[in-house]
């Protein structure tokens, strides 16, 4: 991607989110040299990272005039990565040891990474491009602009032009549900992992999770603290699973798939087990879900793919105006949130530019009949898994910015390998201090830790 013949422009950017993504979106716009407006519908910077023990009405998310709940953390929420790998690449997400409220864990909680977001955006002074407790409506292209309308907490209402949209509002709010034979006449209670907190209401009972991925699994081990029996039901095991886990209350099995659910309130799994069950709980992810954006049905969510999306970023037609920064599914998401801000804002200034409308949409179509020809089911199209760096890369190669680091990739590799051989212990208990040694003497060499990395690396974290 060549550097354009024109003067670089400045732009008038509304950022829609005040997440993970949306700040340093901000941050790279303005570094860029556009003015930037960021909404977002919370009274505080962090999105899904800021914790409330509030849950909607209806838990499965089923009820689209309900009032939404952001957030999907529960209470006892760690980081399932390593938080080397996890911070910006300029502003590296280790250990406060000067402050004993933090949380100094190499998997630490939520309310640490909460904090790692408010220390990036007071270091750049993010908050005074927001606007708090401001929903965004409705977006669509106007003459070549962006008619961007939003209300506010005080009903007040503002309808405003920009001459470019970046969607950052993430994609960890609009439930996904297991699809069960027998549900609809099943008389137990059913809820989402995004309506999770604590296991105190699931007391003595017994209770089925669906998925068996790092909310699953967290969620599950959580849950039997408290209840009588837990079933995990995963369509990653094969269909005679049955396996009893000691670990930590033994009183927690794994299934196979759900076969049936019965009017007698039993669930029966595809390995031809039977348990009566008080609740299910879905840990089945999320839908992408944009219900303000209105291109004249240009985009649209098909089986859970964004499309069409150039590089799972740009629309072609209606590029470089409107954007979405954090689509893809990775372990590297914050990297990723950084490196895609960097190259939306070098196209909206005119330093970067795209291929033609019919390029985009030639490589979109190459690249689905790619996954298509893999076996690759649609609905995972934004789940990167193995090619993450290579696509990562490729962002920042169109953009200048530096490759993603081998102690990076690795660690995020042998963490997941961690998480799937050892899931009761892997936070704890880890096998690549090479790589974190490698980290920590990056960050010196580039003068982004205060202090020398030995201090960190002998303290015995």
């Not at 840990?283 to 069409?308: A, H, I």
């Not at 949130?337 to 033609?356: C, I, M, Y």
Request: proline share 7%; net charge negative; glycine share 6%.
């Amino acid at each position: 991607m060549a550097p354009a013949p024109t003067p670089i422009n400045s732009q008038h950017v509304a950022v829609i989110g005040a997440g993970a993504s949306g700040l340093v979106a901000a941050r790279e716009l303005r570094r860029e040299g556009h003015t930037v407006v960021v909404l977002d519908r919370e009274k505080q910077v962090g999105g899904l990272w800021v914790y409330t023990p509030e849950t909607e009405s209806d838990e499965l998310g089923l009820d689209p005039t309900r009032p939404i709940v952001h957030s999907s953390v529960y209470e006892s929420l760690r980081t399932n990565l390593p938080r080397e790998c996890m911070g910006y690449k300029d502003f590296p997400f280790v250990p406060r040891g000067d402050d004993p409220s933090r949380d100094s864990r190499r998997y630490p909680s939520h309310r640490e990474v909460l904090a790692y977001l408010q220390d990036f955006a007071t270091e750049f002074n993010i908050e005074e491009m927001i606007r708090f407790e401001t929903e965004v409506v409705r977006v669509e292209p106007v003459n070549g602009k962006w008619r961007v309308q939003s209300k506010t907490a005080g009903g007040f209402s503002e309808d405003e032009i920009y001459d470019a949209v970046v969607v950052c509002c993430g994609h960890f709010a609009e439930p996904n549900i297991a699809q069960i034979p027998g549900i609809e006449s099943w008389p137990g209670k059913q809820t989402h992992s995004h309506s999770y907190r604590v296991p105190d209401p699931f007391k003595d009972e017994v209770v089925v999770v669906i998925g068996n991925f790092a909310s699953g699994a967290d969620i599950s081990r959580d849950i039997s603290k408290v209840a009588k029996e837990v079933h995990i039901a995963s369509r990653a095991s094969k269909s005679d699973t049955f396996e009893k886990r000691p670990v930590p209350n033994n009183n927690l099995w794994m299934h196979s798939e759900i076969d049936t659910a019965h009017e007698d309130g039993t669930i029966v799994f595809k390995n031809g087990k039977v348990v009566h069950a008080d609740t299910i709980v879905h840990c089945t992810g999320y839908k992408y879900y944009f219900p303000f954006l209105e291109t004249n049905n240009y985009m649209r969510v098909d089986d859970n793919r964004v499309e069409p999306l150039y590089k799972h970023i740009f629309p072609p037609a209606l590029a470089p105006g409107l954007s979405f920064i954090g689509l893809p599914a990775m372990g590297l998401q914050f990297y990723m949130f950084e490196v895609q801000s960097k190259w939306v804002s070098a196209v909206l200034s005119g330093r970067v530019t795209l291929p033609s409308v019919d390029e985009m949409m030639d490589d979109l179509k190459l690249s689905y009949e790619t996954q298509e020809a893999l076996g690759i089911p649609k609905r995972y199209t934004h789940k990167l898994g193995k090619s993450q760096c290579e696509y990562l890369d490729w962002i920042a190669d169109q953009c200048g910015f530096p490759h993603v680091e081998y102690w990076r990739d690795q660690e995020v590799t042998r963490g997941y390998q961690r998480l799937g051989n050892q899931p009761e212990t892997f936070r704890d208990e880890w096998d690549d201090d090479d790589l974190m040694e490698e980290a920590y003497e990056d960050f010196a060499r580039q003068n982004l830790i205060s202090f020398h990395p030995s201090r960190f690396l002998e303290s015995g974290r």
